[in-house]
């Protein structure tokens, strides 16, 4: 079957995306809504965003809003007054929403800003979605979640005190070649699930924040191995009941003193389905994600890069491959107008912050399996 870019626009279109993944959050209420051209939800007015950290992955968020139709960009925090005007200038925000972060808190007195999307390291994502939540606008807040299971137990508090909603950045969520795995699955076109491989990584550059375990959390686990693990529950329904796991550091030149540099990790699932997943910070590593059935396979390779995703499978014998003529900032697109939806329309998101709790839980369950303190 060849499916074609219409085909994918409209598979990621949120009301669908919704319809073929019942499972990849059991919470989620069903979604009613239109769905204008471009796949974004159509709702009224548009979900004014404060972007909050103006780094790469701001980068890429702020076109896939400007290609929706119900968000926009109408505030920016940064450290950097020179780089926030000359991104205010593109995307026509006032001077007077630009903020510092010493003075973040008086967003809570423009009316322009509905929403933050907080794009910060992983160890300021609490504070400030807290702190987003006090002024009284919705956060949006990349993954992982935070640091340790606390810090997510209270953004997940506060929000709710606030009375706002809170999503966490999973883009593959919402992206149309992961749902379309997750129908196969659900379909039985590959018989029951027996076992998954998955892996994510990057030769990281000596430098990096990342390499900060006061910034980052931990080492690739909390930052590309995340998507193997939230795959993995997303393809088989599941949670967890079994983790065991190894780390190590093999390359002794100075940026591994803080966070490790590999992770191995097998996760055993109720139903049986076992999972083995690899992630590490010392060499290219292609996020894909692999699953075998009893009745054939489904392989995604590239799965969670931001374009020129491709699923193959055998089906029972009847092949498929399916390349997704998607490019960035699509995902990005998709991402921001579900969250607007949910902002306008009152319903919860698709990946609420309890969906990046659990995977901080199951994150701290691997680092004591594999002897990492957290
Ligand atoms: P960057 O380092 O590129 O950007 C982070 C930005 O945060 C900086 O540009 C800076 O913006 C601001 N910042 C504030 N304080 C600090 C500090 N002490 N050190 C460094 N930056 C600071 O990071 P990324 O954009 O790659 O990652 C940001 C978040 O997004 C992370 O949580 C990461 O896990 C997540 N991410 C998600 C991806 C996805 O596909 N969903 C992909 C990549 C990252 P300013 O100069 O404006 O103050």
Redesign the pocket.
């Given at each position: 079957m060849t499916w074609t870019r219409r085909d994918f626009a409209r598979l990621g279109a949120m009301g669908v995306a919704a319809h073929l993944a019942p499972q990849i959050n059991a919470q989620a209420p069903e979604r009613k809504t239109g769905v204008s051209t471009d796949g974004s939800p159509s709702v009224g007015s548009k979900t004014g965003y404060a972007v909050?950290?103006?780094?790469?992955?701001?980068?890429?968020f702020m076109p896939g809003v400007r290609l929706t139709t119900n968000s926009q960009i109408t505030g920016?925090?940064?450290?950097?007054r020179d780089?926030?005007d000359r991104i205010a200038a593109e995307y026509g925000v006032p001077q007077n929403s630009i903020y510092s972060?010493d003075n973040f808190d008086e967003i809570a007195n423009n009316k322009t800003i509905d929403a933050v999307y907080?794009?910060?390291?992983?160890s300021?994502?609490a504070e400030y979605t807290i702190r987003a939540a006090k002024a009284g606008k919705h956060v949006l807040c990349?993954?992982?979640m935070a640091t340790n299971v606390a810090e997510c137990q209270a953004m997940i508090a506060a929000c709710k005190a606030a009375n706002v909603k809170l999503m966490i950045?999973?883009?593959c969520h919402y992206e149309p070649t992961n749902l379309r795995a997750i129908q196969l699955i659900r379909s039985g076109a590959i018989g029951q699930v027996q076992a998954i491989e998955s892996a994510f990584g990057f030769d990281i550059a000596p430098g990096?924040?990342?390499l900060s375990k006061k910034?980052?959390g931990g080492g690739p686990l909390?930052?590309v191995g995340i998507y193997s693990l939230n795959a993995c529950r997303y393809l088989t329904g599941e949670e967890p009941n079994r983790i065991a796991a190894f780390s190590s550091v093999i390359d002794r030149d100075g940026r591994f003193n803080e966070v490790e540099e590999n992770v191995g990790w097998t996760m055993k699932f109720p139903s049986g389905i076992v999972a083995s997943c690899n992630t590490t910070y010392g060499g290219s590593m292609e996020g894909y994600f692999r699953v075998h059935g009893a009745k054939g396979w489904i392989d995604v390779n590239p799965a969670?890069i931001?374009e020129g995703l491709h699923l193959r499978a055998d089906c029972d014998g009847k092949p498929i491959d399916e390349p997704n003529p998607a490019r960035d900032p699509s995902?990005f697109q998709a991402e921001a107008g579900h969250f607007s939806h949910c902002v306008q329309s009152g319903v919860e998101p698709q990946s609420p912050g309890e969906e990046g709790l659990r995977d901080l839980s199951y994150i701290t369950m691997i680092y004591r399996s594999a002897g990492i303190a957290i």
């Open positions: 909050i950290g103006l780094g790469r992955i701001a980068s890429h920016l925090v940064s450290g950097h780089k926030a972060y907080v794009a910060l390291p992983n300021m994502h990349e993954k992982p950045a999973y883009r990096e924040w990342r910034m980052a909390f930052d969670f931001y995902q």
